[in-house]
C-alpha cells in the first residue's frame, strides 16, 4: 500500500503510454488512462466477435429459405450469441469503461479514480466473464434469446444457460464496480472550484449511468441466479405447475434490462454533449436541462420495464401505466435533442470527423426515439410486437445512437488518448459509410416488421426477400466503415505523436494537459475558475476569415 | 508535490495518504460512500428476492402459512441475539481503532467472528432438521403428511386421504390434508388446485434457503474478512490503526445484520 503509493510518487511525470512497456506494468497498473485503454482493446475484440455473428446472420437472410446454417437451432444460437455478446461485453462496458475511465478524473481535474485497484479489479472481472463468454460461443452458445425468457431457459433448453448465466452475473459486478467508483469520484474527487454545475456533461452522464449500473445490475443478477438454481434443483419459482410464474422472471429481468437500455445509451449523449458545442464553437444551450434530464432518464428508466410485457398477458391497467411512463421518458429525451440542435443554431460550424458522427447520431437516434413512442403505445405494439419493427427500432438506438456516438468519442478523444492524429479524409468516409450503411441496414427492417415478418426466425416468405437483400447489402457497407477507423487508428501509432496538447480548440481540463497525458495527469494543482463550454462563435468566425485572408495573400 | 502522511511516524495512528487524494478527509470520505453504494446495491439484489417472496405470499397465503409453521421462531430469536451481540462488538471494535487501542480492536474482532460463527453454526442445525424432514426443495421434497412421507404414520395418512373435507380440521391434521383441504371447491378438491398449493408450499422452502443461504453467503465473507482484519490489525501491517478500513468492514457487518432482521419476521414470524 504505501509502496505503490510512493513508487508513483518518486519518478517525474512521464507519458503514461512509455511509463513501463512491460506487459506487467500495464496488466498491474492502477492508472485509470491504461485501465481505460485495456477496456477499449477488450470491447473492440468483442465488438468484432458481435459483428461477425451479425454478418453471418445477414448472410443466411439473403434468401427466403434456410440454406447458409444446417439448422433453425444454429441460427438461434447465433442470434442469441450476438445479443449477449453485444450488450454484455460490448455496449454496456464500451463508452464508460473505455472513455469514461480514462476521461472522468482528467476532465474534474483529479489525479485518478477513487478507488484504482478496483479499477482494475472491475477490468479482471470483466475479463473473466469474458472468458466465460467466448467459452460459451467455443461450445455452441446458447438458443434462449438474450432475454433468457422462462420456462424455456429454465426447463426446455438443451443448451448451455447456466454457464451464459454465470457469464453474465459476473460482468454484472464488473460494471457495479466501475458504477461504484465513478460515483464516489465525482462526488468527492472534483478539483477546487470544479462544482456540480461546471462538471462537463461527459460527467453528470456517465454519474445517470453510474446510478443505474449501481442499483440496476443487482436485480439482474438475482434473476439469472434464479433460472440457473431452476435449471440445477427445479425448484418451480417460474414452472406453472408446481405453482411458479414464467412472468415473474420477465418482470425481474426487465427490472433490470430496460434500465440497461439507459446505462447503453446515456453514455452515448455523455459524449454527444461534448461534441456539439467544440465543434459548433457555441457554449452548449440550456447545461443546466441537459444535465438534470440525464438523471431524470436514469430514474424515469426504472418505472417503464412493463412496455416489454404488453403481450405477456399482464393487467391492463399496467400496460397502461407502463405506457404512460414510457412516453414521460422522451420528454428528458427530447430535452436532449432540442438542446443539441439549439446549440447548433447561429454556432460557426466544422465538420470534422467527430461531429458527422455526432450529427449522425441526432438523426438516427431521433427514428429510434420516435418509434419508441410508437411501439409505447399500448394498440399499436400489439402489431409491431417481436417483429422486425423492435428489432429496427432498438437497433436505431442502440447501434444508430450509442455506436455511433462511441465512434465519434473515439475520433474526438484519439488525439488525447494515443497523442496521434488519424486521417481526416478517412476518418469522414468512414463517418459517412457508417451513417448510410446503418440506415440501408435497418430502415428496410422497421418495413419488414410493419408488413409482419417475425424476428428470431432464420426462414420467411419470399416477398420479404427485396428488403432483406437491401438490409444484407446495408450491413456490408456498415461494416467496412466499422473497420475503416480500426485500420487508420492502428497505422496512426506508427507515426510521430502530433496531435500536440488541443487539436480541436477544445474547453475543458482534459485539453490542457499534453496528448498523451502524463501519469501524473496534471503538474499542478488544478482550480476551475470558469463554467464549461465557453466557446465563441465570433471568434471562430474572425479565425476562420484571417485563415482565408492568409492563404488569398 | 507535497506529501505530509511520509514525515509523521508510522505508529502516530495517523493514516497513510494515497497518492491521488489530498488529504485524509477526503480519503476517508471517498471510502465511506464508496461502500455506502455498495451498500445501496446490496439492497436492490436482496430486495428482488424478497419482492417475489411476498408476491408469492400474498398469492397463496394458507399453503406459506403452513409451511413456515416449520421455522422454529425461538431458535431464530436467540440467533437474531447472538447476531445482534456481534454487531456490538463490531461497533467497539471500530470505536477502539478511533481510541487508538490496538488489543481491543482484535479482541473484539474475533469476538464478533465468534458469534457470527456461532450464529452459522445455529443455522447449519436448522438447516440439518430440515433437510431430514425432507424439506429442502426439489425431487427429494415431500410435504409432510402426504403418501410419500416415510414420517407419517401410515394410519393417519389412510385417514387424511379417506375422510373428504368435514374430519380433517383438527388440530393434528398434516399439512398434506391441509393443503387438500385449502384447494377444495364445491366439496371437491380440484387436483389442479391442489398440485398447485403443493408447489407454493415448497416455494415457501425454496425462498427461505435460498434468502438465508445468501445472507449466510455474505456472513461467510464476512468472517473471512473479519478474521483476516484482526490477524493484518495484530501484525500492524494497516497504517494508523485500521481506521478507515475497519470501519468500512464494521458498515457490511451491520448491513448483514440488518438483512437479517428483517428476513427473519418475514420468514419466521409473519402468521
Known amino acids: 500500500m504505501n509502496a505503490s503509493a510512493s513508487a508513483r510518487l518518486d519518478g517525474p511525470p512521464e507519458d503514461y503510454l512509455t511509463a513501463g512497456s512491460t506487459v506487467k506494468s500495464w496488466l498491474l497498473t492502477s492508472d485509470h488512462k491504461r485501465i481505460g485503454v485495456l477496456y477499449l482493446i477488450s470491447v473492440t475484440a468483442f465488438f468484432i466477435v458481435g459483428g461477425i455473428l451479425a454478418g453471418l446472420m445477414r448472410l443466411e437472410l439473403m434468401t427466403p429459405k434456410g440454406d447458409l446454417f444446417a439448422s433453425a437451432d444454429t441460427y438461434n444460437r447465433m442470434f442469441t450469441m450476438h445479443g449477449v455478446v453485444m450488450i454484455f461485453f460490448f455496449l454496456v462496458p464500451a463508452i464508460p469503461a473505455a472513455l469514461g475511465n480514462f476521461l472522468l478524473p482528467l476532465m474534474i481535474g483529479a489525479r485518478d479514480l477513487a478507488f484504482p485497484k478496483i479499477n482494475l479489479l472491475s477490468w479482471y472481472i470483466y475479463i473473466i466473464g469474458a472468458a466465460m463468454g467466448l467459452y460459451l460461443l467455443a461450445q455452441g452458445g446458447v438458443d434462449t434469446g438474450w432475454t433468457f425468457y422462462t420456462p424455456f431457459s429454465s426447463m426446455y433448453s438443451n443448451t448451455r444457460v447456466v454457464t451464459a448465466a454465470l457469464a453474465v452475473f459476473i460482468t454484472g459486478f464488473s460494471s457495479i464496480l466501475t458504477g461504484l467508483n465513478f460515483l464516489v469520484t465525482v462526488h468527492t474527487m472534483r478539483a477546487p472550484g470544479m462544482t456540480w454545475f461546471r462538471m462537463p456533461l461527459f460527467v453528470w452522464s456517465n454519474y445517470a449511468t453510474a446510478l443505474v449500473m449501481v442499483l440496476g445490475t443487482p436485480v439482474l443478477a438475482i434473476s439469472v441466479v434464479l433460472v440457473g438454481l431452476e435449471r440445477f434443483f427445479g425448484f418451480g419459482i417460474f414452472d406453472p405447475k408446481l405453482g411458479g410464474d414464467p412472468i415473474l422472471f420477465q418482470h425481474l429481468f426487465w427490472f433490470y434490462s430496460h434500465p440497461a437500455v439507459y446505462i447503453m445509451v446515456l453514455p452515448g449523449f455523455a459524449v454527444i454533449s461534448e461534441i456539439i458545442p467544440c465543434f459548433a464553437r457555441r457554449p452548449i444551450f440550456g447545461y443546466s436541462f441537459i444535465a438534470f434530464s440525464s438523471v431524470a432518464i436514469a430514474v424515469f428508466g426504472f418505472l417503464v420495464w412493463g412496455h416489454h410485457m404488453f403481450v405477456s398477458g399482464q393487467s391492463m391497467y399496467a400496460g397502461a401505466v407502463f405506457s404512460i411512463l414510457s412516453f414521460l421518458v422522451a420528454i428528458p429525451s427530447a430535452i436532449k435533442v432540442f438542446n443539441w440542435t439549439a446549440t447548433l443554431y447561429k454556432g460557426s460550424i466544422r465538420f470534422d470527423t467527430p461531429m458527422l458522427y455526432a450529427l449522425g447520431f441526432i438523426g438516427l437516434f431521433l427514428v429510434g426515439g420516435l418509434t419508441g413512442l410508437m411501439v409505447a403505445s399500448l394498440a399499436l405494439d400489439v402489431h409491431v410486437h417481436d417483429t422486425y419493427f423492435i428489432v429496427a427500432h432498438f437497433h436505431y438506438i442502440m447501434v444508430g445512437g450509442t455506436v455511433t456516438a462511441y465512434m465519434g468519442g473515439l475520433h474526438f478523444w484519439w488525439p488525447k488518448i494515443s497523442g496521434r492524429m488519424y486521417p481526416e479524409l478517412w476518418g469522414k468516409l468512414s463517418a459517412l459509410l457508417v451513417f448510410v450503411g446503418f440506415n440501408l441496414t435497418f430502415f428496410p427492417q422497421f418495413i419488414l416488421g410493419y408488413l409482419g415478418m417475425p424476428r428470431r426466425y432464420f426462414e420467411y416468405r419470399p416477398e420479404y426477400q427485396v428488403l432483406n437483400v437491401m438490409s444484407t447489402a446495408g450491413a456490408t457497407i456498415l461494416a467496412v466503415g466499422m473497420l475503416m477507423p480500426m485500420v487508420y487508428f492502428l497505422l496512426s501509432l506508427r507515426g510521430p505523436k502530433n496531435a500536440g496538447p488541443n487539436p480541436w480548440g477544445a474547453t475543458g481540463l482534459e485539453w490542457q494537459i499534453e496528448s498523451p497525458p502524463t501519469t501524473h495527469n496534471f503538474h499542478a494543482p488544478v482550480v476551475v475558475t470558469c463554467d464549461p463550454y465557453l466557446y465563441s462563435p465570433e471568434e471562430a468566425e474572425r479565425e476562420y476569415v484571417h485563415a482565408q485572408h492568409d492563404h488569398a495573400s | ?271
Request: charged residues 15%.
Open chain 2, 1 to 271: 508535490m507535497s506529501m505530509p502522511s511520509t514525515i509523521t511516524p508510522p505508529d502516530s495512528g495517523r493514516q497513510d495518504l494515497l497518492h491521488h487524494f489530498d488529504d485524509l478527509e477526503q480519503q476517508h470520505l471517498s471510502s465511506s460512500l464508496g461502500m455506502w453504494f455498495f451498500l445501496a446495491s446490496e439492497v436492490m439484489f436482496f430486495s428482488g428476492l424478497i419482492a417475489s417472496y411476498m408476491l408469492y405470499r400474498f398469492w397463496s397465503p394458507e399453503a406459506f402459512h403452513l409451511a413456515s409453521a416449520h421455522m422454529d421462531k425461538w431458535v431464530g430469536l436467540a440467533n437474531t441475539g447472538v447476531l445482534l451481540t456481534s454487531s456490538l462488538t463490531m461497533a467497539l471494535a471500530v470505536r477502539c481503532t478511533q481510541v487508538g487501542d490496538r488489543k481491543g480492536i482484535v479482541r473484539n474482532l474475533l469476538l464478533t467472528a465468534l458469534f457470527a460463527v456461532a450464529f452459522l453454526g445455529v443455522k447449519a442445525y436448522e438447516y440439518r432438521v430440515e433437510i431430514n424432514h425432507n424439506l429442502f426443495p426439489g425431487p427429494n421434497f415431500i410435504v409432510p403428511g402426504s403418501p410419500r412421507d416415510p414420517h407419517a404414520s401410515p394410519g393417519h395418512a389412510e385417514a387424511g386421504a379417506s375422510d373428504h373435507g368435514e374430519g380433517g380440521h383438527g388440530g393434528g391434521a398434516s399439512d398434506y390434508e391441509r393443503l387438500r383441504q385449502a384447494s377444495m371447491v364445491d366439496g371437491q378438491v380440484d387436483e389442479q388446485e391442489f398440485s398447485r398449493n403443493q408447489g407454493h408450499f415448497q416455494l415457501m422452502f425454496v425462498f427461505y434457503f435460498f434468502i438465508t443461504g445468501i445472507h449466510a453467503f455474505h456472513m461467510i465473507i464476512g468472517v473471512v474478512l473479519i478474521l483476516l482484519f484482526a490477524v493484518l490489525a495484530q501484525m500492524r501491517w494497516f497504517s494508523g490503526y485500521g481506521q478507515t478500513q475497519i470501519e468500512m468492514l464494521g458498515l457490511y457487518w451491520h448491513f448483514v445484520d440488518l438483512v437479517w432482521v428483517f428476513v427473519y419476521p418475514l420468514l419466521y414470524l409473519v402468521e
